[in-house]
């Protein structure tokens, strides 16, 4: 492409996935540390409420289906490629949701019915992210033991539901999103996004789906990590890790779930990672099973570990970096680090960015479709005409290393409105 841009009958639950925080209030006759301490749980702002709307089923759901007033999976074998786990996978992106004031909480309120018992069980569980207004999107956060805390306070806010059902009797009747501003979480991103050195399995399964609904495709290009707190939506690069292989690094969108876990994400500090926190960050669940022994050598689901993947990588992915065989790779999680810049959404597929302003430049990375990505900086380079629009301006992207034509940036200026010269 060019440049351019259980039971008989079920079991009724109704959960509410979290409750709402207490808020504390202070007292004047308080020690001054009591105080503060009241006051760092206190909520700034009054929350804002909605019920999502669960009719609406969009290309960015994977084998979900509304119908009789209530959300279900459409396949009850279904799976995606890489986990080889989780059948009756179903998940549902909700539409974002704006708000008139900062938050970083988020509360989720699930209406479901799931049926259980020994032989069969279902989960449906609340994601929630967010990003503020030209900034990028938070990772996913599960709201399901309580509120959900964001790293940064965001402006727009969005949930996803996941159910994994094999009866096919699970149904989600209503969600209730509640967003408050309380206080800034304890830990935030580092300068500079998180690397590890970890092992990389190909992906393969051409024809297969992926967890965000994608169809492989030979030669195909993106990475399958096992969580889905770093999940793309179909078609975007939102979440994106570089690998850098013996030969070159490419920068690669997560649009799968896997190899063998499905709630790993060891990239994240021990104490937030949704499984596994006796593990050190950087450390995948199947490496330790797998050297180590750790969980009696065995993954998540309980299946006996035979490598010690952290990575699948597409087929196209795993040939560029210069693997001829599974093998070590070090990856970095581009979402982790400090989002600087300013976002701007893009258009085009196969948008090739380049490791110097000019289309003579060694291509780092290809967007496959319009996504959003931060801008650090713009430079004046190579001049370059795409449907009749020419233009010389380039935008450096961070989370990619390099440049990309302004052309591609989807608003009306050439020059990017609010960015600084590199």
């Given at each position: 492409m060019t440049d351019r841009a259980r039971p008989a009958y079920p079991r009724r639950t109704t959960a509410a996935l979290a409750l709402l925080a207490c808020v504390g209030v202070a007292v004047a006759t308080s020690p001054a540390g009591a105080a503060d301490a009241?006051?760092?749980?206190?909520?700034?702002?009054?929350?804002?409420?909605?019920?999502?709307?669960?009719?609406?089923?969009t290309s960015d759901d994977v084998n979900v289906r509304h119908t009789q007033g209530a959300l279900s999976v459409r396949s009850?074998?279904?799976?995606?490629?890489?986990?080889?786990?989780?059948?009756?996978?179903?998940?549902q992106v909700l539409a974002p949701r704006e708000l008139d004031a900062p938050v970083n909480r988020v509360v989720a309120e699930l209406a479901a019915d799931t049926p259980s018992n020994a032989d069969a069980d279902a989960e449906v569980v609340v994601d929630v992210r967010?990003?503020?207004?030209?900034?990028?999107?938070?990772?996913?956060?599960?709201?399901?033991?309580?509120?959900?805390?964001l790293p940064r306070a965001v402006t727009t806010v969005q949930a996803r539901i996941t159910l994994w059902d094999t009866t096919g009797k699970a149904r989600v009747t209503g969600l209730r999103l509640t967003a408050e501003k309380g206080a800034a979480p304890r830990a935030s991103a580092g300068a500079t996004a998180f690397s590890?050195?970890?092992?990389?399995?190909?992906?393969?399964?051409?024809g297969g789906t992926t967890a965000n609904g994608h169809i492989i495709k030979p030669n195909d290009?993106?990475?399958?990590l096992p969580s889905r707190r770093g999940l793309s939506p179909n078609g975007s690069s939102q979440y994106s890790v570089q690998v850098c292989g013996p030969a070159r690094c490419?920068?690669?969108?997560?649009?799968?779930?896997?190899?063998?876990?499905?709630?790993?994400?060891?990239?994240?500090?021990?104490?937030t990672r949704e499984m596994f926190k006796d593990l050190p960050q950087g450390r995948p669940e199947a490496q330790a099973a797998y050297e180590n022994g750790y969980n009696g050598g065995k993954d998540g689901s309980g299946r006996t570990v035979l490598n010690p993947a952290g990575i699948d990588l597409a087929d196209g992915t795993f040939y560029n970096v210069g693997l001829n065989d599974n093998g070590w790779v070090t990856v970095t999680y581009l979402w982790t680090g400090d989002q600087t810049g300013k976002s701007f959404p893009?258009?085009?597929t196969d948008v090739r960015i380049r490791q110097q302003a000019t289309t003579a430049s060694p291509e780092v990375a290809r967007l496959p479709g319009p996504t959003t990505v931060n801008v650090k900086c713009q430079v004046h380079g190579q001049r370059i005409t795409v449907d009749g629009i020419t233009n010389d301006g380039w935008?450096?992207?961070?989370?990619?290393?390099?440049?990309?034509?302004n052309i591609f940036i989807d608003v009306v200026e050439a020059w990017l409105p609010g960015v600084p010269n590199c």
């Open positions: 009241q006051k760092s749980t206190r909520v700034e702002s009054a929350p804002a409420s909605w019920s999502a709307d669960l009719t609406r089923i009850t074998t279904f799976r995606p490629a890489s986990a080889e786990t989780g059948r009756g996978y179903g998940t967010g990003r503020s207004a030209g900034g990028a999107w938070t990772e996913w956060i599960p709201a399901d033991r309580g509120p959900a805390v590890a050195r970890v092992f990389a399995t190909r992906e393969g399964l051409v290009h993106f990475v399958a490419e920068t690669a969108p997560v649009w799968d779930v896997g190899p063998w876990n499905i709630k790993d994400d060891y990239w994240n500090p021990s104490p893009t258009w085009g935008s450096y992207l961070p989370a990619y290393g390099g440049y990309i034509s």
